[in-house]
């Protein structure tokens, strides 16, 4: 059974850093394009970031295109998001998510129901 774990979130002041982790276990890690989602409250969950399966090409959305930075370690089965400058607009919790592919090519993939696992969600508090 395929498993996400995100770590790394919690309360920052708004302009500071924080680095999300997620660590899949129980698939082929290489075999999966990964990607970074995030949901507001009372708001729909969002795109954040996407990365393909070797890190080889990665995508933002507009509102953390220079901030954020999505990276993996395929040898470790972990995806990174990088968050800097933070602002209070990017308080939500954070969700990582796994598509399982055929061929491993650049792709990338930035709609929800794209994904096949995700993970629990880790919460992202930015203050004032």
């Known amino acids: 059974q395929a498993q996400l774990v995100e770590s790394g979130g919690g309360l920052v002041q708004a302009g500071g850093s924080l680095r999300l982790s997620c660590v899949g276990s129980?698939?082929?890690?290489?075999?999966?394009?990964m990607g970074w989602f995030r949901q507001a409250p009372g708001k729909e969950r969002d795109f954040v970031a996407a990365?393909?399966?070797?890190?080889?090409?990665?995508y933002y959305a507009e509102s953390v295109k220079g901030r954020f930075t999505i990276s993996r370690l395929n040898a470790a089965n972990t995806l990174y998001l990088q968050m800097n400058s933070l602002k209070i607009e990017d308080t939500a919790v954070y969700y990582c998510?796994?598509?399982?592919?055929?061929?491993?090519?650049?792709?990338?993939?930035?709609?929800?129901?794209?994904?096949?696992?995700w993970g629990q969600g880790a919460q992202v508090t930015v203050s004032t």
């Open positions: 998510a796994a598509k399982r592919l055929y061929f491993r090519d650049t792709t990338y993939y930035i709609t929800e129901n794209d994904y096949d696992y």
């Open positions: 129980g698939l082929t890690f290489e075999d999966y394009a």
């Open positions: 990365i393909s399966w070797n890190g080889g090409t990665t």
